[in-house]
Structure formats: C-alpha cells, structure tokens
C-alpha cells in the first residue's frame, strides 16, 4: 500500500515564526503536492512537484515556499507565519505524469496565534 | 478555467436512506472525474472515478455516472450507513494527453458533509 505520511498531526505556532511541514511518501512517487483546506473553500493547491527540486506554483503560493531535495520527500515552509495561515495542510503524491489518482497524507492541523 | 460545484452541505440522512450528492463541472475538452472522501480525522481517499463519458465509476456501494450532456459526476448510494459518515469531494483533472501538462493537477469542489444517524 502506498503510505504518505506528515510529521505532525496537529501544531500551534506564534505569528511571525518560521514554519516547517514534512511529507514523506514511501512509493517512489515522481508528483508531489501541498494543498490547505479551508471550510466552505475545500482544496487549494498550493505548490506541487514533479521531480526532485522542480516545483510549480499552485493557485495560492503566496506566503508559502517548498522544498524537494530528496525524490521521497517534500517539506512546505511558512517563512513567516501568519494568523491566515491557520488550516488543515494536506500532502499527497501520485506515481507518474498524467495520473490523477492522488495518495494523501492524515493532514496537519495548524494553529497560528 | 476549470471548476467543480458541489451541492452546499451539511447533509444529514437516517441509516438505510438514498443518498444523492450533486456534482456538475465546468472544464475544457473531456476531463477525468473522481470523488474522494475524507473520514473524520484522516487524508482524502479515492472512492471512485470515470475517465471518459458515460462511464460509471463504482465502490464500496457508491456510485457515479458521467454525464456529458449535463456535465455531471453526481454521487450516489442506495443504502446508507453510519460509517459512510465523512466529507466527499468531486475532483476532476484534465484528459491525459501531449498537452496534459507537467504534473497531475486536480481541481476539487468544496466537499459536502454527510451525516448518516441510526
């Protein structure tokens, strides 16, 4: 079975500090992505990746960076977090170009105050 | 651009009810269509999906039937449980292609919430 997996399920962060989210996935998966969902708003997409450090903008990158230095691994950096910043951040992975079926992580839950 | 619009939630049924979750979309050419479901606490799974017209995408009791003629992708189940308690998204992402793009992007309507009570 495919497994992605995210470091936290939930964390709560100060306004201004500098916030990492890991995802892993264990499937040698080539596309990788961050969404936030938000209430009445569902999925956003907010960078994803198809290959190691290659990355594209989604519909809401701003405020947001990522990283892909490993083929397993994707990291979402909140430079500096703000209080809009707060939701639920799914990852998720597919294994080729052109397959839409996505494997999601459980999500973290992140709280800035 | 492309877009998904899902029947406004919460929806809440009695066990053993007919469950109907609307789906229509908007997109260019012939998109493929899925619906995924997240249970409480967990990721969104994929539940079902059709890739070209008149295809019907099945599980677990569900079902979902795409209409080109309506551009629809409604979900459907005869008998409802409390386990099937959970959000449900309609997704669709763009026919597979040489224009298809650098990565497999999927646009996602806003979930509908179903509550399902003894």
């Known amino acids: 079975d495919v497994k992605v997996t995210q470091s936290s399920r939930y964390l709560v962060k100060r306004t201004g500090e500098k916030v990492f989210l890991e995802c892993v996935q264990d499937?040698?998966?080539?596309?990788m992505f961050w969404y936030r969902q938000d209430p009445g708003l569902g999925l956003r997409l907010i960078y994803f990746s198809y290959d190691v450090k290659m990355k594209e903008k989604g519909d809401i990158p701003e405020g947001y960076s990522v990283s892909r230095e490993k083929k397993e691994r994707f990291s979402l950096i909140l430079e500096s977090a703000s209080t809009n910043q707060t939701s639920m951040y799914l990852c998720?992975?597919?294994?080729?170009?052109?397959?839409?079926?996505?494997?999601f992580g459980p999500g973290t839950r992140l709280t800035v105050t | 651009g492309d877009s998904v619009t899902q029947m406004e939630g919460p929806v809440t049924l009695s066990e053993e009810a007919f469950l109907t979750i609307n789906c229509t979309y908007t997109?260019?050419?012939?998109?493929?269509l899925f619906w995924y479901v997240q249970y409480p606490g967990e990721g969104l799974q994929l539940l079902l999906k059709a890739t070209k017209a008149d295809d019907k995408g099945s599980n677990k009791g569900f079902e979902a039937t795409y209409r080109k003629e309506t551009t629809s992708f409604h979900l459907e189940k005869g008998s409802v449980q409390v386990s099937d308690s959970a959000v449900y998204f309609c997704?669709?992402?763009?026919?597979?292609?040489?224009?298809?793009?650098?990565?497999?992007?999927?646009?996602f309507g806003t979930g509908t919430r179903l509550q399902v009570t003894l």
């Open positions: 997109a260019t050419g012939y998109p493929s």
């Open positions: 998720a992975s597919t294994p080729e170009l052109g397959v839409y079926e996505q494997y």
């Open positions: 499937m040698d998966h080539e596309n």
């Open positions: 997704a669709l992402g763009p026919r597979k292609g040489p224009n298809t793009g650098t990565a497999s992007k999927l646009t």
